[in-house]
């Protein structure tokens, strides 16, 4: 804000002037994978070699972002939305590594640690960057939608496979909740909290199940290391309490036996 004098008129302020920090807003944003590097570091249980494998899923899901962002790139996606989906993965991996911790919780309880990693990370990306807050309130809405989706959908795609358990039966079943919750959570977010809706209801709706859609893709190479490795098997059954999972993993353990 400069200030100037103009004699008998006195003196008078300029409009303020936004500035970006390029710098600080990368450094910024590489704070938040140091959360999946800590919860390797701290929790003793994964503080092992295969724990690392980690990494594949959380690189998996940045490609898929980079080709998500080139399809949509003729909407003119700003590039604060990169660190948004930095945060969104960081979380969703410490989320997996933690899942042993979360074993006989409530399901309540596990949906609103879930939601605070989510919140954290969301937090560790954005802290200290500068010339962001007119889109700050756009990014919180956009990414709370797909936090909450991000937690239902695992949710309810597990209820759907309690009796019979398939890796690519819960695949499916976490598509279609993802979409579905996508677009229950824009609809929430917009008409629950009486916000003034910019766009029809048929657009919001389109826009759910993209941003559903889009949650899914990154879900999906995490899911898929967690069905592969023994490790995260484990706790994804343990979080979801999954009784036919476990059916299933001990009839290919007696198969092998045999």
């Known amino acids: 804000m400069a200030q100037y004098t103009l004699g008998e008129l006195g003196t008078h302020e300029s409009a303020e002037a936004g500035c970006r920090w390029p710098l600080v807003n ?18 003793r249980e994964i503080r092992r070699a295969k724990a690392l494998l980690i990494v594949l899923p959380i690189v998996a899901a940045n490609l898929l972002w980079m080709g998500i962002r080139y399809l949509l790139q003729s ?18 991996a410490v989320i997996l590594l ?19 990693v989510t919140a954290a990370a969301f937090g ?3 802290a200290g960057t500068r010339g962001l807050e007119s889109d700050l309130q756009d990014l919180l809405m ?19 496979c309690r009796r019979r358990f398939g890796g690519a039966r819960f695949v499916f079943w976490l598509g279609a909740w ?34 559903g859609a889009i949650v899914y893709a990154l879900l999906l190479p995490f899911v ?10 484990e706790r994804l ?22």
């Open 26 to 43: 990368h450094l910024s944003g590489l704070v938040v994978w140091l959360l999946p590097v800590a919860a390797i570091v701290l929790l």
């Open 75 to 92: 909407q003119g996606i700003p590039s604060s939305f990169d660190m948004m989906m930095a945060a969104f993965i960081a979380a969703i």
């Open 98 to 116: 933690v899942m042993g911790r979360l074993k006989g919780m409530n399901r309540l309880v596990i949906a609103f640690l879930c939601l605070l």
């Open 124 to 126: 560790a990306a954005f």
């Open 142 to 160: 956009i990414y709370g939608v797909m936090a909450g989706t991000a937690v239902l959908a695992p949710v309810l795609a597990g209820v759907c």
């Open 178 to 211: 993802c979409v579905v919750s996508g677009v229950g959570m824009l609809l929430l977010v917009f008409y629950g909290s009486r916000m003034d809706v910019p766009i029809g209801i048929v657009r919001v709706v389109v826009v759910g199940a993209i941003t």
């Open 224 to 233: 898929i290391l967690a069905l592969w490795s023994g490790l995260y098997r």
């Open 237 to 258: 059954y343990g979080c979801f309490r999954l009784q036919s999972m476990l059916a299933e993993k001990a009839g290919e353990t007696g198969g092998q036996g045999n």
